[in-house]
C-alpha cells in the first residue's frame, strides 16, 4: 500500500474510532506506528489533526 494512503487510512480509522490504540488494533500496526503517521501528516499540512 502507498504510504501516503496508508497515514490518511490511519487519520480516518483514528477518527473514527476514537482511540489510536483501537486504529492500530484494526490496521494491524503498533500504536506508535499510527502516533507517528499522524504526526507525519500534521508536519506536512502545517496543521493539528487531533
Do not use: C, H, P, R
Amino acid at each position: 500500500m502507498d504510504k501516503n494512503l496508508l497515514k490518511y487510512l490511519a487519520f480516518v480509522k483514528t477518527v473514527d474510532t476514537g482511540s489510536f490504540t483501537k486504529a492500530a488494533d484494526s490496521l494491524n500496526y503498533a500504536q506508535s506506528s499510527i502516533s507517528k503517521m499522524i504526526a507525519d501528516l500534521e508536519k506536512e499540512w502545517g496543521i493539528s489533526l487531533l
